[in-house]
């Protein structure tokens, strides 16, 4: 039986019906036309379909859509604001910290979810929290040290605003 889901994704109230096998990404791409979230292994393994539900990291290909009802979704459409790009996706451009594309939205999300929970993260914390985002194209260290930089331009940003 086919169920209508209301909720809020960026920050803007959605509604839609879905069937009770369809799942987030299956949703967020076919129905509702947010492509970002990509469908990579469709069983949670390679993090390309991340987004942030009710804050927290999950791959979209393990929710079912009907599972949304009254939750916050983040996009990667909706992590930019108005005023410009995100300093996680601005150090990824400038560091040359992506390549074919298909992973990026998932680390995108995944450092997302870091950096709001950890603003100070050492290495070892930005490896284990990318730990299931699979990339074939960069090696995984321009990721790590582009995400670093984003790190610090979050504080320095941050103690700015302090002033």
């Known amino acids: 039986m086919n169920q209508q889901v209301n909720f809020d994704i960026n920050g803007e109230p959605v509604q839609y019906v879905c069937e009770p096998h369809e799942t987030l990404l299956d949703v967020l791409r076919d129905r509702l036309g947010l492509t970002g979230a990509k469908k990579g292994c469709a069983t949670g393994d390679c993090g390309a379909c991340s987004v942030l539900l009710d804050g927290k990291l999950v791959c979209s290909c393990l929710v079912l859509g009907r599972e949304l009802q ?52 050492s290495e070892r914390d930005v490896r284990f929290a990318l730990a299931g985002n699979l990339c074939r194209c960069t090696g995984y260290d321009k990721i790590i040290r582009s995400i670093l930089a984003a790190a610090d331009t979050i504080r320095h940003t941050s103690e700015e605003d302090q002033r």
Not at 86 to 94: A, E, F, M, T
Not at 106 to 117: H, P, Q, R, S, Y
């Open 70 to 121: 009254g939750k916050s979704l983040t996009t990667v459409e909706g992590v930019a604001s108005s005023s410009g790009l995100h300093p996680v996706q601005s150090s990824l451009l400038d560091m040359a910290g992506l390549q074919c594309g298909i992973c990026t939205p998932g680390v995108i999300m995944a450092a997302k979810a870091l950096l709001d929970e950890n603003p100070s993260p």
